[in-house]
């Protein structure tokens, strides 16, 4: 067994960005306590993001709901640094084993262990009427898991990665901090939904079933597209150029909506495109499901 010599300084700063988001997402959906009730948390209102300064003032450390949407937006945050450390390697030309086991141990953190545990922390309704959530939680973190490692045991250099065989971690993760910030929306104060309560209750009954589909996903083989090498690899149109930055605009101006609902809609494509293909178009696929 050799000895490491030399590490690639700035890929490695980006890789344990990865980790420290993760952590402290962890850290921040702690600060939520066991429910005691059905109902769900109290309102909120709106935060302003008129300055760094006021913004923080507006995060109150015992308020659910903004805890439970910072973690989420950590989780996110660990995703641009995800994807910038192998990026930022191969412009250095610094690829290496330790980077990429690296990499895999600080996504098992940030897109494993801590989804699972905000998905515990804000599905209060369901975590008061079954504690089995913890069971959906810990077997989300271990299919994180299991998935990466067979990430790192499949993958050869000669890999495009331009396809994932089983739903990737990180958009595995996307899907369940989306519904975190979905419901900072649905309970602020000022919100136009009417039945926003209603829907609220609901989205936290039935979204730890989704994480068990999802958690299934991540181990399985049904082929997914790996969206930033398909969308920002190589040289593209004029057009596609701008539809992406209407497309940013759109996405940012209704984000407590837009990014679950997208988010969902990729974790779904893939199952409906295999079923599709499948039992429709009659195609043999000589991998397994699992």
């Not at 937006?73 to 910038?84: K, N, R, Y």
């Not at 992406?244 to 940012?252: G, H, S, T």
Request: some cysteine; aromatic content about 14%.
């Amino acid at each position: 067994m050799g000895r490491i010599r030399t590490v690639a300084v700035f890929p490695t700063m980006f890789t344990l960005a990865n980790l420290i988001c993760g952590f402290f997402a962890i850290v921040v959906a702690a600060r939520v306590e066991r429910p005691t009730s059905l109902d769900p948390p109290a309102a909120v209102d709106k935060i302003s993001f008129s300055s760094p300064r006021s913004f923080m003032k507006q995060l109150d450390p015992t308020n659910d709901t903004h805890n439970v949407m910072l973690s989420g937006w950590l989780i996110f945050l660990a995703m641009v640094f995800d994807a910038l450390d192998g990026h930022v390697a191969r412009l250095a030309r610094s690829t290496t084993d330790f980077g990429a086991q690296l990499d895999s141990l600080c996504d098992v953190v940030s897109f494993g262990v801590a989804p699972g545990f905000l998905l515990v922390k804000m599905c209060p309704t369901f975590t008061y009427s079954y504690d089995k959530i913890w069971l959906i939680a810990a077997a989300f973190a271990a299919c994180a898991a299991l998935r990466l490692a067979r990430f790192n045991v499949e993958t050869g250099e000669d890999d495009d990665h331009l396809n994932f065989s089983g739903l990737p971690s990180p958009a595995a993760a996307a899907s369940i901090a989306g519904f975190a910030i979905l419901f900072y929306e649905l309970r602020q104060s000022s919100t136009p939904l009417i039945y926003a309560a209603e829907i609220d209750q609901a989205v936290q009954m039935g979204l730890p079933f989704f994480a068990l589909a999802v958690a299934l996903l991540m181990v399985s083989r049904i082929p997914y597209p790996h969206v930033v090498n398909q969308i920002f690899r190589g040289q593209r149109s004029f057009a596609h150029v701008v539809l992406l930055v209407f497309a940013f605009v759109f996405i940012m101006s209704f984000r407590g909506y837009s990014v679950p609902v997208l988010c969902a809609a990729f974790v779904l494509v893939g199952p409906i495109r295999y079923a599709w293909h499948r039992l429709f178009l009659r195609e043999q696929s000589q991998d397994p499901i699992f």
